[in-house]
């Protein structure tokens, strides 16, 4: 693993407010402290969706291999082609797909090709079926075509030398189909990162278990799992550890040393019985523990050992806020990842009215839809509790309301996250 920064060079100490930091700060001592996985693995193709490269990854030969019909239809030479009136090319044969025609495309003839068959030789040019006459063996050729029409270059896609995806690519559709067209079936990426979890309650217990008095079900674990699935970490599953400080200490020890990312909930706010920042004071060094945010306020990160700790809060929506803004693109950064997609973004008018407290961050759970003429609206779910998990559920999107932004009035433009992306 390398560190992005001189550990020596880091300040942890914040020079505002040292509790509340603001969001934007948050992101960046996680983007300082955050360490990049370089252990790299061989992988089937089959296998690598999601995966990060590891080396740039060059194509070994052209594609196409070969100059190739883009049309069914003829293959003929470009100084055939009639500038006014019509020619009558005679047919001297027929080319499939897979095939090779071992003739020549001479002077006046032409050879039926079908799509994606290699271009005969002595043609540059594909005619459309559909935009010739046939009359027995000849065709009839019409005016304005172009020499070199629906024609597919050999290395067009792809150059033999051409690097086809840069070391710290995430591996998505569109990868994994770019790779197959050169014949890779195997490639280097990243080791994926071990994620360590655990949930922290003496109230909590976990599905499947009978549900005392006072007892509440463990669900961050799962929407940890999850969310971490989605990105492609490695789960390591702690369970659920009591508030208790020798038992955190413990669990948190041992979680240093088997992952590169440690997450816990709950336990980190001021209560009690919360002792989660104080055994990462304790055991590493603590960046933040707090920040301007809301759902999501209390929210320790630092470093143990050579693990990233993220403290997440206990309820369930915080958890989530507090996850995709930070955790995520932490993990992403630690995956090697060169370019992470942004996270989606945009504006869409609001139809709720919205309070927001200025100087702090604000992720309303929202649905976004089209109206009747197909503008973009955005509405809240109704309740903000962050133990509702269920507003989760409902919503499509968080509307984010920005450190300086003001109580919404409906009409108003909002900014969006949408949960949801193409690809
Ligand atoms: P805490 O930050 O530990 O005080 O937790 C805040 C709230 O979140 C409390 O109501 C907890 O019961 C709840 N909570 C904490 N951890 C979990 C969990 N893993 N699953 C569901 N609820 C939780
Ligand atoms: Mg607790």
Not at 331 to 336: A, D, R, S
Request: with cysteine; net charge neutral.
């Amino acid at each position: 693993m390398v560190t992005p920064e001189s550990k020596a060079a880091v300040d942890f100490c914040y020079e505002g407010d040292p509790d509340l930091l603001p969001v934007s700060e948050a992101r960046r001592r996680i983007v300082a402290h955050v360490p990049v996985i370089t252990d790299t693995e061989s992988v089937a193709l089959k296998d690598a969706l999601g995966r990060v490269t590891a080396e740039d990854v060059v194509s070994s030969v052209d594609v196409p291999g070969h100059t190739n019909s883009a049309m069914d239809g003829y293959a003929v030479r470009g100084a055939d082609l009639p500038q006014a009136g019509t020619r009558q090319l005679k047919v001297v044969g027929a080319v499939l797909a897979g095939d090779r025609f071992e003739g020549t495309v001479d002077e006046g003839t032409a050879v039926r090709i079908m799509t994606g068959a290699p271009l005969p030789e002595g043609a540059d040019t594909v005619i459309m079926q559909e935009q010739v006459e046939i009359e027995g063996e000849r065709v009839i050729v019409g005016a304005g075509h172009r020499q070199g029409q629906n024609v597919r270059l050999a290395g067009e896609d792809l150059r033999r030398g051409d690097v086809a995806l840069r070391k710290g690519t995430r591996i998505m559709p569109a990868e994994l189909g770019l790779l197959a067209s050169f014949g890779r079936d195997r490639v280097h990426v990243l080791r994926r990162p071990r994620v360590a979890c655990f949930s922290t309650g003496d109230e909590l217990r976990s599905p499947g278990h009978a549900r005392k008095f006072g007892a509440v079900f463990d669900s961050n674990r799962y929407t940890l799992f999850g969310m971490l699935a989605r990105i492609g970490a490695e789960v390591i599953d702690l369970g659920i550890v009591a508030d208790n400080r020798q038992a955190l200490n413990r669990v948190v020890k041992e979680a240093a040393e088997r992952a590169d990312a440690i997450i816990t909930s709950g336990g980190v706010s001021a209560g009690d019985a919360d002792y989660v920042k104080e055994t990462l004071e304790a055991l590493g060094r603590v960046a933040f523990w707090k920040i301007a945010i809301r759902p999501g306020r209390p929210l320790a990160f630092g470093i143990i050992g050579e693990a990233a700790f993220f403290g997440l809060p206990g309820n369930p929506v915080a958890v989530m806020v507090t996850f995709y803004q930070f955790v995520k693109p932490a993990l992403c950064q630690m995956m090697g990842e060169r370019d992470p997609r942004p996270t989606p973004e945009l504006t869409a008018t609001c139809v709720s009215k919205l309070r927001k407290k200025k100087g702090r961050v604000e992720y309303y759970r929202a649905v976004l839809e089209r109206d009747d003429r197909g503008k973009l609206i955005v509405r809240s779910t109704g309740k903000t509790g962050s133990g509702l998990l269920h507003t989760m559920r409902d919503a499509n999107c968080f509307i984010v309301l920005d450190d300086d932004a003001k109580s919404v009035e409906p009409g108003t433009e909002v900014k969006v996250q949408p949960f949801f992306g193409l690809v």
